[in-house]
């Protein structure tokens, strides 16, 4: 009698979260996280935004390099479509860490991924954001997100891992839930 031993390979090195967790567990303190991004206006609606450097673990961190993201509004806007707009922006964000949470899960159910991908729509009435009417909220009316995953698991144990995503990402808890928001002006 033989025994097959699953390999699952989703390129989540859990041992890695695990061992975060715990360490985390003992210090609380050091999970306490600042993420930053700056921006700079380029000219009309296009701006060049950046993130770097942010605090974790105690102390400054700092990505292997600075990622920029380009926004801009579309030519039917009356601007000049040089990025994608800052609430495209927002469902990217809210896509990758869903998506990432996704493999993150798999990898700790050893299931499988053969292909993961997302679409994602948000409505939105843009006569609040035009002053055209104060009541039209001048955000999403709604978002709403479509998975496609092929999986070495069953149709309950892939939304299982859709679900504990959702309950584990960040992003779809700041877009879900309210946050706190400061602006000050120098």
Same mark, same amino acid.
């Given at each position: 009698?033989?025994? #097959?031993?699953?390999?699952?390979?989703?390129?989540?090195?859990?041992?890695?979260?695990?061992?975060?967790?715990?360490? %985390?567990?003992?210090?609380?303190?050091?999970?306490?996280?600042?993420?930053?991004?700056?921006?700079?206006?380029?000219?009309? #609606?296009?701006?060049?935004?950046?993130?770097?450097?942010?605090?974790?673990?105690?102390?400054?961190?700092?990505?292997?390099?600075?990622?920029?993201?380009?926004?801009?509004?579309?030519?039917?806007?009356?601007?000049?479509?040089?990025?994608?707009?800052?609430?495209?922006?927002?469902?990217?964000?809210?896509?990758?860490?869903? #998506?990432?949470?996704?493999?993150?899960?798999?990898?700790?159910?050893?299931?499988? %991924?053969?292909?993961?991908?997302?679409?994602?729509?948000?409505?939105?009435?843009?006569?609040?954001? %035009?002053?055209?009417?104060?009541?039209?909220?001048?955000?999403?009316?709604?978002?709403?997100?479509?998975?496609?995953?092929?999986?070495?698991?069953?149709?309950?144990?892939?939304?299982?891992?859709?679900?504990?995503?959702?309950?584990?990402?960040?992003?779809?808890?700041?877009?879900?839930?309210?946050?706190?928001?400061?602006?000050?002006?120098?």
């Amino acid at each position: 009698m033989s025994t #097959t031993e699953k390999s699952v390979d989703n390129g989540v090195n859990v041992e890695a979260l695990l061992g975060a967790r715990e360490a %985390l567990t003992e210090a609380p303190e050091a999970a306490k996280f600042t993420w930053r991004a700056s921006c700079k206006w380029v000219n009309g #609606t296009h701006s060049q935004s950046s993130c770097k450097g942010f605090f974790g673990l105690g102390e400054e961190q700092s990505h292997k390099t600075t990622f920029t993201f380009e926004a801009d509004h579309p030519e039917i806007f009356a601007s000049e479509d040089n990025g994608a707009t800052p609430v495209e922006l927002v469902l990217a964000g809210l896509a990758s860490c869903l #998506t990432a949470g996704v493999a993150a899960v798999a990898q700790m159910r050893e299931i499988q %991924l053969n292909s993961v991908s997302a679409t994602l729509e948000g409505g939105m009435d843009i006569q609040g954001i %035009l002053g055209i009417d104060s009541d039209v909220r001048n955000g999403f009316d709604g978002i709403k997100i479509h998975y496609d995953i092929d999986a070495d698991a069953s149709k309950e144990d892939i939304e299982a891992l859709v679900a504990q995503s959702q309950k584990r990402s960040a992003v779809f808890d700041i877009v879900t839930n309210p946050t706190n928001v400061t602006v000050e002006v120098n």
